[in-house]
């Protein structure tokens, strides 16, 4: 993630967090990127160094009242559009995310298993996962059925690997080495 992407998502997430505001900041600003991303004419547009502030400054303020953005995220925008960093704008919106998820103690982990858990399961492995990582799970599960048995979990940059395809890996190499 580039530097100025986080340096904005995290002076919003200052912004968002003091005013308690940041569920509904994530999902305008979220919204602004939908907008932004499915518009070609509105990335150049707003890219474009011909156009004026005044004129950008007119766009963005009308896409944020379609959205119901409020004047945290208009200003955010008109900041972001005053520094010529619009291109930026998916990315500071992840950054965003990402920062606030990590400053309200929330940790996304992604679950790969061979086979479908259960409930009971899902349930079990997010609450030993909130132990072991002192956050709030948010689970994302997928199948890999390369994993022969167990599970792979990959939070943040640790990955725990519960799989047999690695303990059979791990068993084949203490046999090789005798």
């Known amino acids: 993630m580039k530097s100025a992407s986080l340096q904005y998502a995290n002076a919003l997430a200052d912004i968002a967090l003091e005013q308690g505001a940041a569920e509904p900041a994530g999902k305008q600003l979220e919204s602004f990127g939908a907008a932004y991303a499915q518009s070609a004419e509105l990335r150049t547009f707003l890219a474009s160094p011909a156009v004026s502030l005044e004129a950008k400054h007119a766009v963005i303020e009308k896409i944020a009242a379609r959205i119901g953005a409020s004047k945290i995220i208009r200003n955010f925008l008109f900041v972001i559009a005053d520094h010529r960093r ?83 890996n791990e068993m084949r190499a203490r046999l090789a080495a005798e």
Request: proline content about 4%; overall charge positive; aromatic content about 4%.
């Open 86 to 168: 619009t291109q930026r704008i998916p990315e500071i919106i992840s950054a965003f995310q990402q920062v606030l998820r990590e400053r309200q103690g929330v940790a996304e982990a992604e679950i790969s298993s061979a086979v479908e858990l259960t409930a009971a399961q899902k349930k079990d492995l997010a609450l030993t996962l909130a132990r072991l990582t002192g956050k709030k799970i948010e689970p994302k599960y997928s199948l890999d059925p390369a994993l022969l048995g167990g599970a792979v979990v990959r939070i943040g940059d640790t990955i725990y690997d519960g799989s047999l395809r690695s303990r059979l």
